[in-house]
């Protein structure tokens, strides 16, 4: 196998999200040639998608689904990627160094952002983290997370279904919500995040077999009420505090010591 994402040996991790969400951009389209032009440097792999957008009217409670035109700008490996959309921009990757690199990416990229598109107001910022559970065989996913975050383990172990729970942390600002996923067989990214053009990490193939395994999927959120104006540096101190929030959490309440010396935890 290739090198894991992130610092530790055996890191987990195995796709990273991060998002600057914005109040919609209504003329996107005519910024979009300048922005791809400051980002085709870095991320020279660039291509136009359509994605759906949920809408909810006031008049009745239906969600209809609405074609959203986005443009993705990728790394020349097609491991780290840029989508620039109506309601802001996200930085997601399948290769990932540690937190101060995923950071920096994300600093530049936001950096050209507010550069291009003009009085651009700020109303969520998430981060969130998918890691892949494989144990060794023999081993089970329950040694490697904390006992709290239970699942229907008579369910989860039945061949080809899955338990889930969800936890919701309330922060400073914000929240982190985690979701725990227990089943069998080759782990997979939550259906909203299938559909991307990355190369893939080396965890979403890197077994055969139906053994037990889990996925911890970590999304840390601040909504920000009233909104912002846009400002990179502040983003950048926002992220950094976020990721604190997520890796203490993760260290101190969701795995175990025997995950850390398992993956090899720093």
């Known amino acids: 196998m290739t090198k894991p994402l992130g610092a530790w040996g055996k890191a987990p991790l195995a796709y990273v999200l991060a998002q600057v969400r914005t109040e ?21 792999l660039q291509r136009k998608q359509q994605g759906a957008r949920l809408i909810a009217t006031q008049s009745q409670m239906v969600v209809e689904p609405q074609q959203e035109e986005t443009w993705e700008f990728a790394s020349p490996d097609n491991r780290t990627g840029v989508i620039l959309r109506e309601s802001g921009v996200v ?12 950071l920096s990416k994300l600093h530049h990229v936001i950096e050209q952002f507010a550069e291009t598109v003009p009085s651009t107001f700020v109303n969520r910022v998430g981060l969130r983290y998918i890691d892949f559970v494989i144990p060794p065989e023999g081993e089970l996913p329950e040694q490697f997370v904390d006992p709290k975050l239970d699942v229907n383990l008579d369910f989860a172990q039945r061949d080809g279904f899955f338990s889930t729970s969800v936890s919701i942390y309330p922060m400073n600002k914000g929240q982190i919500v985690l979701r725990y996923v227990r089943g069998s067989g080759q782990p997979e990214l939550p ?76």
Do not use: C
């Open 91 to 102: 930085l997601h990757a399948t290769s990932y160094v540690d937190s101060d690199d995923f």
């Open 191 to 266: 259906p909203e995040l299938t559909s991307f053009s990355l190369e893939r990490s080396p965890l979403m193939d890197s077994m055969e077999g139906n053994r037990p395994t889990a996925i911890i999927d970590t999304d840390r959120n601040i909504m920000i009420s009233p909104v912002e104006p846009l400002n990179p540096d502040n983003i950048r101190e926002i992220f950094k505090d976020m990721h604190d929030d997520v890796s203490t959490l993760f260290k101190e309440n969701v795995i175990t010591e025997h995950a850390k010396i398992f993956w090899e935890a720093t």
């Open 24 to 44: 919609q951009i209504a003329d996107i389209k005519e910024y979009q040639p300048a922005l791809a032009g400051k980002l085709r440097p870095l991320y020279p």
